[in-house]
């Protein structure tokens, strides 16, 4: 069976990302397994696991909003930025009040510079960071422009601060806590993290891996299973003709004023757009170049998807 779909699913604390997506590929049978975005074996909550021809959708929910619940432990610094590591300095956080910690977070909410944590799997010279890390090899890193689009101070009980994070690609939790407690003067670190939401999937309709592995042995996994274009359901849809279809299917563009009905969103250039066969079928990702007034194939799909066209 040609299995193809995405399983959202509530990552357990102590599991690697890898080690959920192992699992997936033994009780699945299927061999192209990957997930949208790794969530460090600490943390909890959605995995997003891609199946199949899903698996090229990837790097377009790599790049989806997503939104974080954490717990920043004031008045340790740690190496790893997080509860798994050593302190490396302390401070007495009990003179921060609540509203110092608040105004402290407007200083990173919007386009903002982030260096990435050493123990990190970004790579420097082919190796990543956290192998050099491990090495007590220190690596200067560029500061990376990331977007914080909204972030709330849910609770504060010194020296424990509850915020929620909703963040673009590239995020890194972990350096936030830290630049939040030298923002403070006292240092901090990411005591806990559970990802609530990436692009549509939210944690209250992940599966946990105990329902999963019950619902492959019961035979009833695909009740489970998300069509690939679920994770794109935020962008513009158009259905094409059949000659349409055959044109993208040779990497041909389409004329911008040929697709109907027209993407409801306003077009800008690089817009992305979902494009379905005329059975309705998800058979491409489409760009649009404003410059030549063209749709052109960003990628096209070998085998049709079963649509979830919204």
Known sequence: MDI????????PTGW????????????????????????DPAATGVLVVCLGHATRLVEYMMAATKVYRAEVRLG?????LDATGTPVDQADPSNISRQQVEEALTAFVGDIDQVPPMFSALKYNGEP??????????????????????????????PLATIEVECGKGTYIRALAHDLGQQLGCGAHLATLARLRVGPFTLENACSLAELEAA????????LLHPADAALSSWPAVT????????????????????????????????????YSPREQLMAILRYDAAALLWRPAKVFATAERAQKA
Request: with cysteine; glycine share 6%; net charge positive.
């Open 4 to 11: 193809s779909g995405i399983f959202n699913i509530d990552k």
């Open 16 to 39: 690697t990302s890898f080690r959920v997506v192992s699992l997936v590929r033994r009780l699945s049978g299927v061999r192209r397994v990957g997930h949208a975005g790794t969530l």
């Open 76 to 80: 340790i610094t740690t190496d790893t």
């Open 129 to 158: 960071l956290y192998r050099y890390a491990r090495a007590h090899r220190h690596v200067e890193r560029q500061a990376r422009r990331v977007t914080i689009h909204r972030l709330q101070l849910l609770a504060f009980q010194s």
């Open 216 to 223: 492959f042995r019961e035979g009833r996994w695909q009740s």
């Open 240 to 275: 094409l003709s059949e000659p349409q279809e055959r044109a993208v299917r040779f990497g041909q563009c389409l004329a911008a004023d040929s697709l109907e009905p027209a993407p409801a969103q306003a077009v800008e250039n690089g817009q992305l757009c979902r494009a």
